[in-house]
Nanobody, 117 residues
Framework: QVRLVESGGGLVQAGGSLRLSCAAS???????????MGWYRQAPGKQRELVAS???????NDADSVRGRFTISRDNAKNTVYLQMNSLKPEDTAVYYC????????WGQGTQVTVSS
């Protein structure tokens, strides 16, 4: 089992920045089995969508809507993934969920990001 704990959400004005963190914990075998970590988001009335993901080797996949504004990074030694969000827009408002993929999908509890205009 893997537990994902997110932090860093909040309220920010348009054009501002936030940094999300997600730390994974669990048994050694479960942690080393994680191949991909990433962030999804879900806005009210919308489906959950991928924001960005990163493999253990650093390969990144990100959404067109955030490319150039958001940066995902990963510290394998700390079992932590980060999402640096710059130039935030009101349409970025959503609950952001940390995700980890091994043989199963793991999800964090979600952290609210609200961008005011």
């Amino acid at each position: 089992q893997v537990r994902l704990v997110e932090s860093g959400g909040g309220l920010v004005q348009a054009g501002g920045s936030l940094r999300l963190s997600c730390a994974a914990s669990g048994s050694i075998n479960s942690i080393i089995s994680i191949s991909v970590m990433g962030w999804y988001r879900q806005a009210p009335g919308k489906q959950r969508e991928l924001v960005a993901s990163i493999t253990r080797n650093g390969r990144i996949n990100d959404a067109d809507s955030v490319r150039g504004r958001f940066t995902i990074s990963r510290d394998n030694a700390k079992n932590t993934v980060y999402l640096q969000m710059n130039s935030l827009k009101p349409e970025d408002t959503a609950v952001y969920y940390c995700h980890a993929l091994s043989s199963v999908n793991y999800w964090g509890q979600g952290t609210q990001v609200t961008v005011s205009s």
